[in-house]
């Protein structure tokens, strides 16, 4: 799938062109369908193959854990910390609460994972202790996983330098429904609060855009898409990250809280690493700037 040629395939491998076809034959005969098509010396992957490269990657990762922490466990260093988190906790409130933790004095591995809500949860049920710990906004009652609140975070409004918007200091729903909006998907839980508070204050909101990452919602709000309303998290990064001349944060009227929470699975319980990591993400939680 890399290479795309029987030689270049050989190559990175260190082994004989014969031996590459001759495991791709074997491979092809094991599964009953074929790989690749042939054509003009070149290797271009059928449909099958395309859905299978996702999941041997993700193997391929698994792998690599399995490497390391077996090689860790050769000096006796047998903590592993696992932690799955959102792209709106990744980009700087984990890495911070990492750079602290890793300042005490313990010996701990830790692999981070950044991914979406309902994979977050996933990973804790359908693999138990796939993720020992994971981090994710809001919760709803899911079997087989315990839940702690960290902290909250306030709902914000990012707002493009110029629009008639930032002559508010706090918007309310309906000066914000007004605008075009920059949206994020209902079942993610900001989505849902965001939903319910449009509910709630019976206002359509109008979406030219709407996404997943709260991240790419900030940053479409920077280059004046339109409004967005994020997390305080991903607002303090982004204007971190994309500068204060191409947008604002502005308080929105009513808008709720989003807890923050640390998830984990009932089989797994949290080891005294585990705790001491979210007492660190926890006090880096409070470093976050209120609007």
């Known amino acids: ?13 260190g082994i004989t062109q014969p031996a590459v076809t001759a495991s791709l034959k074997q491979i092809e005969a094991t599964i009953g369908f074929n790989l690749f098509h042939r054509t003009g010396g070149r290797l271009h992957p059928t449909a099958e193959a395309k859905l299978l490269y996702g999941e041997a990657e993700r193997i391929q ?22 932690i799955a988190a959102p792209p709106a906790l990744s980009h700087e409130l984990i890495p911070e609460a990492i750079t602290r933790f890793l300042g005490r004095p313990h010996s701990c591995m830790i692999d981070v994972t950044t991914q979406h809500h309902a994979q977050i949860l996933n990973g804790l049920t359908a693999s138990a202790g796939q993720n020992y710990l ?24 990012v707002v493009p330098t ?10 309310s729903l ?5 605008h075009p909006l920059v949206g994020t998907f209902s079942g993610e839980p900001l989505g849902n609060a965001v939903e319910r508070l449009m509910d709630e204050a019976g206002v359509t909101p109008r979406y030219l855009v709407r996404v997943h990452n709260h991240n790419v919602a900030a940053n479409l709000a920077a280059k004046g898409v339109g409004a967005a309303i994020i997390d305080s998290v991903t607002a303090a990064y982004a204007a971190a990250c994309f500068g204060a001349g191409n947008f604002a944060i502005r308080p929105i009227e009513a808008a709720p809280e989003l807890p923050v929470t640390a998830v984990y699975s009932y089989e797994h319980p949290l080891n005294s690493h585990a705790k ?5 993400f926890r006090t880096c939680l409070e470093t976050v700037p209120a609007y």
């Not at 809001?138 to 702690?148: A, I, N, Q, R, Y």
């Not at 309906?174 to 007004?178: F, G, I, K, P, S």
């Open 134 to 157: 994971g981090f994710t906004f809001g919760m709803e009652e899911t079997p087989g996983v315990g839940s702690l609140t960290v902290g909250k975070v306030q709902l914000v409004a």
């Open 174 to 178: 309906e000066a914000l429904t007004a």
């Open 276 to 280: 001491q990591f979210l007492s660190v």
């Open 1 to 13: 799938m890399k290479s795309g040629t029987v030689t270049e395939a050989a190559n990175r491998l």
């Open 61 to 82: 990762d698994s792998l690599t854990v399995f490497r390391s922490l077996a090689e860790r466990l050769k000096t006796d260093l047998t903590s592993h910390l696992r």
């Open 162 to 171: 110029g629009s008639p918007l930032l002559e508010q200091e706090k918007l």
